[in-house]
């Protein structure tokens, strides 16, 4: 009787193997398929829509029709729309730097070594927790000319408060200090860099006799710039997509003289009151097209100032 050919161990194995590998596609396909269907209906549809929108007159009442580059065109001839990005520019120039010295010199305080220090991190973190309706709402109490904390505390003391919200040369100032009373989370993002810090480079420091300033700028901040740089990015991203809190305190009008009137409030006003949605996403991927921009460069920048543990 003829030997049978015999099969090798690897190629017993490899079928059942591959049969294994295939069913563990299959479920990891169906697990994340859920996910994978959203990102597809939620995002890369409506980001492939807003794309053809931006060159028609769409106006969700009507299904409109192709205009090409007209939408641009007449965006770069609305005095308004200039407006809201001088307004955009002008609080991410000033909020982010203030963000990020506040930011890192409040977390520098709150990394001392005293008793309750747990409790005075709760307190200053507290704000980020209230929602910006509300904060829009008690700013504009404390901020009012006639009766405000704020102008009274002042006029105690002999000075004469600001129109704050009401004028157009301190509304975006306001604003800004708004803003920065919220910056609690960045807050806690400095605290886990500074945590990270070596405690031996303090001691060598203090061996050196290094003093408190030398120790700061030699050692926290160069050490501290990887979370800066983060902060940095992050801060602008949402500085240029400000909202809400000058929405809520001007109930959408961007008064005084449209000094509070955004880019993004611009937006949703195109898009959701008078319902030029086509106008509405072109102006959205011009914020995309600044915004990716503004991002490249604080990445191309970002190799001569931030500095990594062990480089």
Same mark, same amino acid.
């Given at each position: 009787?003829?030997?049978?050919?015999?099969?090798?161990?690897?190629?017993?194995?490899?079928? !059942?193997?591959?049969?294994?590998?295939?069913?563990?596609?299959?479920?990891?396909?169906?697990?994340?398929?859920?996910?994978?269907?959203?990102?597809?209906?939620?995002?890369?549809?409506?980001?492939?829509?807003?794309?053809? %929108? &931006?060159?028609?007159?769409?106006?969700?009442?009507?299904?409109?029709e192709?205009?090409?580059?007209?939408?641009?065109?007449?965006? %770069?001839?609305?005095?308004?729309?200039?407006?809201?990005?001088?307004?955009t520019?002008?609080?991410?120039?000033?909020? =982010? !730097?203030?963000?990020?010295?506040?930011? /890192?010199?409040?977390?520098?305080?709150?990394?001392?070594k005293?008793?309750?220090m747990?409790?005075? *991190?709760t307190i200053?973190?507290?704000?980020?927790? =209230?929602?910006?309706?509300?904060?829009? =709402?008690?700013?504009?109490?404390?901020?009012?000319?006639?009766?405000?904390? /704020?102008?009274?505390?002042?006029?105690?003391?002999?000075?004469?408060?600001?129109?704050?919200?009401?004028? /157009?040369t301190? &509304?975006?100032?306001?604003?800004?200090?708004?803003?920065?009373?919220?910056?609690?989370?960045? =807050?806690?993002?400095?605290?886990?860099?500074?945590?990270?810090?070596?405690?031996?480079?303090?001691?060598?420091?203090?061996?050196?006799?290094?003093?408190?300033?030398?120790?700061?700028? *030699?050692?926290?901040?160069?050490?501290?710039? !990887?979370?800066?740089?983060?902060?940095? /990015?992050?801060?602008?991203?949402? @500085?240029?997509?400000?909202?809400?809190?000058?929405?809520?305190?001007?109930?959408?009008?961007?008064? !005084?003289?449209?000094?509070?009137?955004?880019?993004?409030?611009?937006?949703?006003?195109?898009?959701?009151?008078? %319902?030029?949605m086509?106008?509405?996403?072109?102006? @959205?991927?011009?914020?995309?097209?600044?915004?990716?921009?503004?991002?490249?460069i604080?990445?191309?920048?970002?190799?001569?100032?931030v500095?990594?543990?062990?480089?």
């Amino acid at each position: 009787m003829p030997d049978m050919p015999k099969m090798s161990s690897t190629t017993r194995t490899a079928v !059942p193997k591959q049969k294994l590998l295939n069913k563990s596609n299959i479920n990891g396909w169906l697990f994340a398929s859920p996910w994978i269907i959203g990102l597809l209906l939620f995002y890369a549809f409506p980001l492939a829509a807003s794309i053809y %929108f &931006s060159f028609t007159s769409y106006s969700i009442l009507q299904p409109g029709e192709f205009v090409g580059l007209q939408n641009y065109i007449n965006l %770069f001839n609305d005095e308004l729309f200039w407006k809201s990005i001088y307004n955009t520019i002008y609080f991410t120039v000033y909020f =982010v !730097p203030l963000s990020i010295i506040f930011g /890192v010199a409040l977390a520098m305080m709150l990394n001392l070594k005293v008793k309750g220090m747990a409790v005075y *991190r709760t307190i200053f973190f507290l704000p980020t927790l =209230v929602p910006h309706v509300a904060l829009a =709402v008690l700013w504009m109490w404390l901020l009012d000319p006639g009766f405000g904390l /704020v102008n009274g505390v002042l006029n105690g003391v002999g000075v004469q408060g600001p129109n704050w919200l009401g004028s /157009v040369t301190w &509304s975006k100032p306001s604003l800004i200090l708004m803003s920065l009373w919220g910056i609690g989370q960045a =807050v806690v993002i400095y605290l886990a860099g500074l945590g990270d810090i070596p405690e031996e480079l303090y001691e060598a420091a203090d061996v050196d006799g290094a003093g408190w300033i030398h120790k700061t700028f *030699r050692i926290t901040i160069p050490l501290l710039t !990887p979370v800066i740089f983060f902060n940095l /990015v992050m801060g602008a991203i949402n @500085a240029f997509q400000q909202f809400t809190l000058p929405y809520t305190l001007t109930e959408g009008q961007g008064s !005084p003289s449209n000094s509070l009137t955004f880019y993004v409030m611009y937006l949703y006003d195109n898009g959701f009151q008078y %319902f030029q949605m086509g106008y509405a996403s072109a102006m @959205a991927w011009i914020l995309f097209v600044v915004i990716m921009i503004f991002t490249a460069i604080i990445f191309m920048t970002s190799k001569r100032w931030v500095h990594y543990q062990g480089e």
